[in-house]
């Protein structure tokens, strides 16, 4: 009976302390995609999966990614009840409400055909030996199904005795026989036996069976076992190590081998029927069923410290609970009717956010007398064994705590002094900044701080009196300390540390970047193990003899540079709060507290330990964590690698922290590479025999390396080494074969070339020679003839007497044949080989424009004759462009009215233009009347492949625009 007050005092005890806490808990709901909130039965497979049964259909679960089967995979009906694994064949059985009881294998999903056409709703299933054993919605019957033989047998259990209340199960009745109640009954196996006990459905309105009993499947024969409890319901049996528990009407009994050796009583007030119980360590985890409204809660039981906790109650389950698991590495999970899954840690920690604290902006930390003192922006509170003893408001916005051991005071300190307050009977001051006093190692000098005008003010004491006095100028001090008689001094507005010796006050050193000490924002030092460990804004320092040895950045596993608090617990591992989280120090390695892991703070402010447990601060709250026992690294991660086809799948599994981890892995021997995609792709790799390795990590835990695994690659025989190489050597010689012809071709094309040309120059030669000659002829017999004329008409017209007829054709005689001479030298000039340079082409017509612009009122100019270099014109270009320019210098002269006239030659990489631009009163070119000149000219322009450009542009400009073979 002292047991019963025990439990009652318990349970009201911690219902009232950890009304106060938030136990750290995960919460997983369709939000968070699970396919369903109604939840059924969950199991961890071997390989460390979650599957849960819920009302659309079967989920697996990695602690990260949902995989729903349902109606497309399979499925007749998306409630599954119930599901459990086959180690034999590597398989699942899912039992379903309406649609019987299917396979899952290799992610493919089979319906089993179990003998039963109409009865389809399966209530829950296990494995006995190789038969299935089912229990259908009726309840008042099992079902075994032979796996190897396709038979299926329904078993009925019946009273033969009703008047007596007296239960004979040493036989099991056919259905056919009516002489006997049909009576209710639950079936557990534990180690291929079946156990036959009360059912907790339809207690009220049907016959339970009483006590417990094994069945002989073999033999049909019924044992009565736990004789202690014969007379008794036991609605679940289950077995740790040597024990079983059995669950009653708000009783666990405790068996070793046939021999009850304890009963836990629960509270009378409970009145649960207890209908599931998993076991782990010490620890009992129970559904307990309410007997008055039949709800269902998870309950938890401390065998040592005979503790019991509702815990539906403590993390605010209001849903039925439907089932509990243990997985492996000792997380609690609780499926629900209508709120999805909770998993609950192995010795979850705690966080007090918003329900806990007015103000959950916490700032910082104090401790006095076995008492945290927890500041946040306007209030402070006061904390003793995880509760909040007390709180008090504050008007000034204060974000540091310091608590004052000598006169038993807590000082929260801004930028200027304020009121004074308490909380419960300890004073509270607010004052401008931090209070240090201070005592040299051997006590001979107290070192003590004052506000002095503009700025701050270190004083030492000795035998009463000043000896030196530290003053800082429009900067207050931020900390202070002392360590082998040095002083360590951190500034607000001054980068670094200060040494200064503290017997004499002289400054020895100065540590920041102009000594090789790259600190800027110093936030705290800890003197710990012969070292100085340094926080600041850009990481964490070791020094050890005035020298960094070691530094540590985001780079190096801090969540962020930006430290704001370093704390060494009882067993000297360090804590460091940063702008991101909680990281932990130890053995050179830095590990990660995150949201996952219960730290819900997206900034951490300050770090305190007290009575065992270890006290975090941050922008959402306080992170409370049992520190009885040192930091343990530990992995929360399994990973599943699978190969398939040329890929490796690699699906790792975690619980608590899966966002933190990080996975490797090593071909060959190639360095280690990190795996971004759960898919690694290795088809590139060469034909043959290759190794790979794999490693992970979380961020609570070490590297852990897998074994080396060989994979063969195989590649088409045309994509193999040998084919490839017989390939290219092929390929070489046939490219060498066409190499050899196109040379040989190109021999023989370039000797026919050398003599085209040289035939071409032969050619051009006698062609020159040909054109010198006519141009000779021309000159000497018809040229010579032609001046004869024009000499001979002339002198005849100076003898004739004027206005006579035969004047007139003697001197219409005279122009005609000096036309004709002027024409014929024009002809003469262009068949000379010389006429084809440019040079020559635009002297010529600087020549015609000063003869002919000489007896006119118009100035005459040229641009750029200088021409770089000697450039031949395309056939027929000089012919073309002398009787261009000429007809147009003879249509200025005539028509422009013009005072100045400029010929303009110009070469753009290969184009030539050349140009004859008059300011006379141009033309508009659609209203002329006769417009053959310009006609001609731009035909002769096109003749050549060229253009000329005819515009007014402040007078008339004619523009020649051609191609050079350059």
């Known amino acids: 009976m002292s047991r019963f007050f025990i439990i009652c005092y318990t349970l009201v005890l911690n219902g009232v302390i950890l009304n106060a806490q938030s136990q750290f ?76 009881v299917y396979q899952l294998k290799n992610d493919s999903i089979y319906h089993i055909s179990v003998g039963q056409k109409k009865l389809t709703k399966i209530d829950n299933i296990h494995l006995l030996s190789n038969n299935l054993l089912y229990a259908n919605v009726n309840r008042y019957n099992f079902s075994i199904y032979d796996l190897n033989k396709n038979q299926n047998q329904n078993y009925y259990l019946k009273n033969k005795n009703k008047e007596r209340q007296q239960l004979h199960l040493d036989t099991i009745f056919s259905r056919n026989d009516s002489t006997n109640t049909q009576m209710l009954s639950n079936e557990s196996i534990i180690n291929d036996t079946l156990f036959i006990h009360s059912n907790f459905k339809g207690d009220r309105i049907t016959d339970n069976v009483k006590g417990v009993y094994t069945l002989d499947i073999k033999t049909l024969k019924v044992t009565s076992i736990f004789h202690e409890v014969k007379n008794k319901k036991i609605y679940t049996i289950t077995k740790a190590d040597s024990m079983f528990f059995l669950g009653g009407l708000n009783t666990i009994y405790k068996y070793k081998d046939d021999r009850m050796i304890d009963s836990i009583v629960l509270p009378t007030n409970m009145q649960r029927t207890i209908i599931d119980i998993q076991v782990k360590d010490s620890t009992l985890y129970c559904i307990g069923k309410s007997i008055t409204d039949a709800s269902r809660v998870t309950l938890k039981y401390d065998l040592e410290s005979e503790k019991l906790i509702d815990l539906s109650k403590e993390i605010g389950i209001k849903s039925m609970v439907s089932d509990n698991l243990i997985d492996k590495n000792g997380n609690l999970w609780i499926t629900t009717y209508g709120e999805g899954v909770y998993m609950l840690p192995k010795d979850p920690p705690f966080f007090l956010g918003s329900n806990t604290f007015i103000n959950h902006d916490l700032k910082d930390i104090g401790k006095l007398d076995s008492t945290l003192y927890v500041l946040s922006t306007n209030r402070l509170y006061k904390i003793k064994d995880k509760q909040i003893l007390s709180s008090i408001s504050i008007t000034e916005h204060r974000e540091k705590i310091q608590a004052n051991k000598n006169n038993h005071s807590i000082n929260i300190f801004g930028s200027y002094e304020g009121k004074k307050y308490k909380i419960q009977e ?14 040299t190692e051997d006590g001979s000098i107290l070192i003590s701080n004052k506000n002095v005008k503009h700025g701050g003010e270190l004083n030492a004491y000795k035998d009463g009196g000043k000896i030196y006095s530290i003053s800082f100028k429009r900067d207050l001090l931020k900390e202070v300390y002392i360590h082998k008689g040095k002083l360590y001094i951190i500034r607000d507005n001054q980068p670094g540390i200060r040494i200064y010796d503290a017997y004499t006050g002289t400054l020895i050193e100065t540590w920041d970047k102009t000594t090789g000490f790259p600190l800027q924002k110093v936030t705290k030092v800890l003197f710990h193990n012969h070292k100085i460990w340094i926080a600041s804004n850009r990481g964490l320092f070791i020094v050890e003899e005035n020298k960094i040895r070691k530094n540590f950045s985001e780079q190096k596993g801090l969540l962020s540079n930006h430290i704001n608090d370093i704390y060494f617990d009882q067993h000297n591992i360090l804590w460091i709060a940063t702008q991101r989280g909680v990281n932990i120090y130890k053995n050179d390695i830095m590990y990660t507290l995150d949201k996952d892991s219960g730290q819900k703070s997206s900034f951490v402010t300050s770090i305190m330990e007290l009575d065992d447990h270890i006290y975090i601060s941050g922008n959402k709250g306080m992170f409370i964590k049992h520190n009885l026992y040192p930091f343990k690294v530990k992995s929360n991660t399994d990973i599943i690698i699978k190969k398939k086809e040329a890929n490796f799948i690699v699906n790792p599994i975690n619980y608590l922290n ?40 979380d961020g609570l835990s070490d590297w852990k390396i897998n074994s080396p695994q060989s994979f063969t690659i195989y590649h088409p025989w045309y994509e193999r080494p040998w084919f490839v190489t017989f390939l290219v050597i092929i390929t070489s010689a046939l490219l060498l074969v066409i190499i050899s012809l196109k040379l040989e071709q190109s021999k023989a094309k370039n000797s026919f070339l050398k003599a085209t040309l040289h035939e071409r120059e032969l050619l051009k030669k006698e062609l020159t020679n040909v054109h010198k000659n006519i141009a000779q002829d021309f000159h000497d017999e018809l040229g010579n003839k032609i001046a004869s004329i024009s000499v001979l008409s002339n002198l005849m017209s100076k003898k004739m007497k004027e206005n006579t007829k035969e004047f007139k054709q003697i001197k219409k005689i005279n122009r005609d044949s000096n036309s004709l001479y002027s024409g014929m030298r024009d002809f003469i000039w262009s068949l000379d080989q010389n006429s084809n340079e440019l040079d020559h082409v635009f002297c010529y017509l600087k020549d015609f424009g000063e003869d002919l612009f000489s007896n006119s009122d118009i100035t005459f100019y040229v641009e750029n004759l200088d021409i770089p270099r000697q450039i031949s014109l395309p056939y027929y270009w000089s012919k073309q462009l002398i009787f261009i320019f000429k007809e147009a210098m003879t249509n200025c002269i005539k028509h422009s009215k013009a005072t100045e006239v400029v010929l303009h030659l110009n070469i753009q990489d290969d184009r030539l233009i050349i140009s004859l631009h008059d300011n006379g009163i141009g033309c508009i070119i659609e209203s002329l009347k006769r417009k053959n000149g310009l006609v001609n000219m731009t035909e002769r322009a096109k003749k050549i492949n060229s253009v000329l450009d005819i515009k007014n542009e402040n007078g008339l400009k004619i523009s020649f625009t051609g191609k050079l073979n350059l």
Not at 62 to 73: L, V
Not at 92 to 100: D, L, M, Q
Not at 658 to 683: C, E, G, M
């Open 658 to 697: 899966p966002n933190s981890i990080k996975i490797q892995y090593k071909i060959n021997k190639d360095s280690w590479r990190h795996l971004n995609a759960d898919t690694l792709f290795v088809q590139y790799l060469s034909h043959g025999i290759h190794k790979i390795q794999f490693k992970y990590k």
């Open 25 to 100: 808990f995960k919460h997983f709901t369709t939000d968070n995609g699970l396919p369903h909130d109604i939840t059924y039965q969950i199991i961890q497979d071997q390989e460390g999966f979650i599957w849960i049964g819920t009302d659309n259909g079967l989920v697996k679960f990695d602690g990260n990614h949902f995989k729903s089967y349902n109606y497309k995979e399979g499925l007749d009906s998306s409630f599954v009840i119930d599901i459990i694994e086959n180690y034999s064949n590597q398989s699942f059985y899912i039992a379903t409400w309406g649609a019987g």
């Open 426 to 439: 300890t004073p509270v001051n607010v004052v401008a900044n931090k209070q240090f006093e201070l005592l």
